[in-house]
């Protein structure tokens, strides 16, 4: 994509989200579940897309599962899914993840995310490139209240991101003020809102909360150039943040995926010094990082989605079924960013994800 192009893109995605959806998509098509048609979040989300056509629907699935489409396709015009999570509204967090908690979980109250990162596993996760957004969040609270009730007496975090992004489309669902609200009362518990997006106004617009912790994934800029589309530039995330740091909330970074490619460890070194020059270090909550990792059934997906992205031609293997770097790489890309970072924070807010499914 040219770089003007690229630009437009990206920048759409910051303007505010009244008849538009992700970066440059206009919502012209809302499927909504008939049993929360007339749900009040169902009526308000509806009413920011005033002239999209409504389709009915008994359940998502019929639109979001079935196998015969093309989620690449779709991306370039998706529709929005209005509809009621049944179950496993919080769900424990994968192995190996996590930012120094021993019980970890996450939610996810919307499937898809609004940008298109061509290392994302959620391409090879679901069928549709379409946009879910659960209406019912009281089910997701109380997914949370049973967790905390488990074992009220050590800290659980809660991580929002894993399926979506945490910020991206917060103002049209609200969602984000609605947790944040929650968890406000329960000094014991954490959240994490994972992003990559610039929509801060709802937080900017309330205290901070004093356990919550709002985390920006980051890549370097030839990385996010190629693989990351619609997702806003690396200094406006920068400022992003330093609004936030000024606000006082707690903040953190996130270099997952670490992308291998020719000059890697010079591009992760201007990254690394660009992002802890903007925000102060000391007051980091947490880093992490970890390689670029795909379930092969996800990896096989996403390379048949696109045969022609060299990312999928990198050195990798399929390790337990676990497509990464070959083993010496994997390990060189992750020491060697290791000590890079533990270079400007320390090792004790330091969490390297080493193994698990990944977690955008």
């Known amino acids: 994509m040219r770089e003007s192009a690229r630009e437009a893109y990206s920048s759409r995605a910051d303007f505010p989200l009244r008849g538009y959806i992700g970066a440059t998509a206009m919502v012209d098509t809302i499927y909504i579940e008939e049993d929360i048609?007339?749900?009040?979040?169902?009526?308000?989300?509806?009413?920011?897309?005033?002239?999209?056509?409504?389709?009915?629907?008994?359940?998502?699935?019929?639109?979001?599962?079935?196998?015969?489409?093309?989620?690449?396709?779709?991306k370039q015009r998706p529709a929005l899914i209005l509809a009621r999570k049944h179950d496993g509204h919080v769900q424990a967090a994968p192995d190996g993840y996590g930012i120094g908690g021993v019980r970890n979980f996450y939610f996810s109250h919307m499937l898809n995310c609004l940008y298109d990162c061509r290392y994302c596993f959620l391409q090879g996760m679901f069928q549709s490139g379409h946009y879910v957004v659960f209406v019912n969040y009281e089910d997701f609270a109380a997914g949370i209240d049973t967790c905390i009730a488990e074992s009220p007496e050590e800290p659980t975090i809660f991580f929002s991101g894993y399926d979506c992004d945490s910020l991206a489309l917060a103002e049209v669902t609200k969602f984000g003020a609605f947790i944040l609200d929650f968890l406000a009362g329960k000094p014991g518990s954490w959240l994490e809102l994972r992003t990559k997006s610039t929509r801060i106004e709802s937080l900017l617009a309330r205290p901070p909360l004093e356990n919550c912790v709002v985390a920006f994934s980051f890549t370097p800029e030839e990385v996010s150039t190629a693989l990351e589309h619609g997702v806003p530039r690396l200094e406006r995330r920068?400022?992003?943040?330093?609004?936030?740091?000024?606000?006082?909330?707690?903040?953190?970074?996130?270099?997952?995926?670490?992308?291998?490619?020719?000059?890697?460890?010079?591009?992760?070194?201007?990254?690394?010094?660009?992002?802890?020059?903007?925000?102060?270090?000391?007051?980091?909550?947490?880093?992490?990082?970890?390689?670029?990792?795909?379930?092969?059934?996800?990896?096989?997906?996403?390379?048949?989605?696109?045969?022609?992205?060299r990312l999928f031609a990198s050195p990798l293997e399929d390790r337990d079924g676990m497509v990464s770097y070959r083993a010496d790489l994997h390990d060189e890309i992750l020491g060697r960013c290791t000590e890079e970072v533990l270079k400007f924070v320390p090792r004790d807010r330091f969490f390297p994800c080493l193994s698990g499914a990944p977690l955008e």
């Open 37 to 74: 048609r007339t749900h009040p979040r169902t009526l308000d989300i509806c009413s920011r897309f005033p002239k999209a056509t409504r389709i009915g629907c008994e359940r998502y699935g019929e639109v979001f599962n079935p196998r015969a489409q093309n989620s690449r396709l779709q």
């Open 238 to 309: 920068l400022e992003a943040m330093r609004r936030l740091e000024d606000r006082g909330w707690k903040l953190g970074v996130r270099f997952d995926p670490l992308i291998y490619q020719e000059g890697y460890e010079a591009q992760y070194r201007g990254l690394f010094r660009r992002v802890f020059e903007a925000v102060d270090p000391a007051r980091l909550h947490s880093v992490s990082l970890g390689a670029f990792r795909l379930p092969r059934g996800y990896f096989k997906k996403m390379v048949k989605l696109y045969p022609e992205e």
